[in-house]
């Protein structure tokens, strides 16, 4: 059964019943898509397909762990450090994530100070966040190499399952490459801020309409979800 909608025309329309009624609410709704910028829409849909491929790469690897019969390696005894002569379990693991989760906190004041156009502000505080991301990939680059010197391939490892060796790589590995691709893009776009091409409107990648630093919040959008992603590798990979 159709109802009836009100047109700012005084026009009455038949409304479709049902989930195509919904669609039509939504495809109506002014408020909701007028003023969404095409970058913005753009970087949530990539999101969105990424949240997809990180949500396959976790569940195969707890169906690994949960169907293997072999004994899964401890990570607390895989990923400690020997310092001062004692082990300490996941001590590099907990300053990466601390470092990680940091960086948020300075891309998201690097946003509000794009917002406010105070570029100095918002161009240093993306380049504290690069060099922070820059210091977490360097930190998971000694891990790979501590792991690699003790034995661990992609189809083996000294500590049980198999499986472990290609599973971390594969998540670690995949979530590292955001993070480089994320500091490579943060370096671009503070040169860009400090420059003032959003100011007075230089032709170039990345450069939108004048006085407008858009550019800034969708790389915070990303920024924030590749942290997003480690709370969860970090939950399931290694406190597992």
């Known amino acids: 059964m159709n109802e009836t909608v009100q047109t700012e025309t005084s026009q009455t329309l038949p409304r479709p019943a049902g989930l195509r009624g919904v669609a039509a609410d939504l495809s109506s709704d002014q408020r909701a898509f007028k003023n969404v910028s095409w970058g913005k829409a753009m970087m949530w849909i990539f999101l969105l397909s990424d949240t997809f491929i990180f949500g396959c790469f976790l569940l195969a690897y707890m169906t690994a762990r949960m169907s293997t019969t072999v004994p899964w390696p401890n990570p607390s005894e895989v990923f400690a450090l020997t310092i001062g002569g004692k082990e ?46 820059a210091t977490f990939v360097g930190m998971q680059a000694f891990e790979w190499t501590k792991l690699i010197g003790e034995g661990v391939r992609p189809w083996g490892n000294p500590w049980g399952a198999a499986q472990f060796g290609s599973s971390f790589f594969m998540i670690t590995g995949f979530h590292g490459t955001h993070v480089t691709i994320g500091v ?57």
């Not at 989760?101 to 509000?112: H, P, Q, R, Y």
């Not at 490579?184 to 032709?203: H, P, Q, S």
Request: cysteine-free; aromatic content about 18%.
């Open 88 to 133: 300490i379990p996941l001590i590099l693991i907990a300053f990466m994530t601390f470092v990680l989760i940091s960086s948020s906190g300075t891309m998201a004041m690097a946003v509000n100070f794009g917002y406010g156009r105070d570029r100095r502000k918002s161009a240093a505080l993306m380049l504290a966040t690069a060099a922070l991301g």
């Open 184 to 240: 490579l893009f943060l370096l671009i776009t503070a040169r860009k801020v400090l420059r003032g091409d959003f100011d007075n409107e230089r032709r170039g990648f990345f450069t939108s309409r004048k006085g407008n630093y858009e550019i800034v919040e969708i790389m915070g959008l990303y920024w924030h979800f590749v942290d997003l992603v480690w709370v969860f590798i970090f939950a399931f990979f290694y406190l597992w």
